[in-house]
């Protein structure tokens, strides 16, 4: 209980209970789209994902300030590589909830004459910015443990028994490919954050994707890769060793 209690008090907490309503509202409105007797159920569905969206936009309103603090921070990482990316998907961040800000100082009439669609669209892509920037990062970090795996004495006596036990599967698969996904499986085995955070960003990349047209799919798809990111994202925060770092 307290662990749900602390949980619900962050407001990073409050925004992924929101956003996985949010997708699972979306995804729920998507799988009974054809089904007459539910049209009912259907609109009260749309309502509850208009007002969850509306919701955390409320929460992201200081988001810009902690984004730019964020990219301060990381301009301090030795790893050039990981200073790259992380300082370039901070900031991109930043530019994303500043859109954010914007559409919805609109939505309430703060803001008048500003274009829905194209501040959408910037903030869409600075969004998609900010995922490719992390998905990097997931990537390097992931070479760096099999190049350290690879390394490894003991490894490559395991490599070497998997192959020999697994005669079958090495003449169906290439070899190399079969030693690079032992090698992968091997690496991540005990790094259970990078697995979480590659998976997530890959899950959130489906929904700027679809709205910037570039890998069109279905609202069923964006409503399932949503639903799953906010729930590993929780997962993240009741278990902050499960957060990648830095």
């Keep these: 209980m307290e662990t749900f209690i602390s949980f619900t008090n962050q407001s990073q907490g409050r925004d992924r209970i929101f956003r996985a309503t949010q997708y699972a509202c979306a995804l729920a409105k998507y799988l009974l789209r054809n089904e007459a007797k539910r049209k009912e159920l259907v609109k009260k569905l749309q309502f509850l994902e208009s007002n969850m969206s509306s919701g955390r936009k409320l929460f992201r309103l200081g988001n810009t300030v902690n984004s730019i603090h964020a990219a301060k921070s990381t301009l301090h990482i030795s790893d050039p590589m990981l200073r790259f ?9 930043a530019l994303y909830f500043i859109c954010d800000n914007l559409l919805w100082a609109r ?21 998609f910015l900010s995922l490719v920037m992390n998905l ?72 700027p ?9 279905n609202a069923g798809v964006v409503g399932f890769c949503g639903l799953v990111s906010s729930l590993l994202g929780i997962l993240s925060i009741l278990r902050p060793s499960l957060k990648i770092k830095p």
């Design 209 to 217: 994707l679809e709205k910037l047209g570039i890998y069109q799919t």
């Design 85 to 93: 990316c992380l300082t370039f998907a901070n900031l991109s961040r």
């Design 136 to 207: 990097t990062r997931d990537v390097y970090v992931i070479i760096q443990l099999m190049v350290q795996k690879s390394r490894d004495r003991h490894f490559q006596q395991k490599v070497d028994q998997h192959l020999s036990e697994s005669p079958d599967v090495a003449s169906v698969i290439v070899p190399q490919l079969d030693a690079f996904l032992f090698l992968l499986l091997e690496s991540l085995r005990n790094e259970p954050s990078v697995v979480l955070d590659t998976v997530k960003n890959v899950c959130d990349l489906f929904i």
């Design 107 to 127: 939505s309430i009439g703060l803001i008048r004459d500003l274009d829905k669609e194209r501040w959408s669209l910037n903030s869409s892509r600075f969004y």
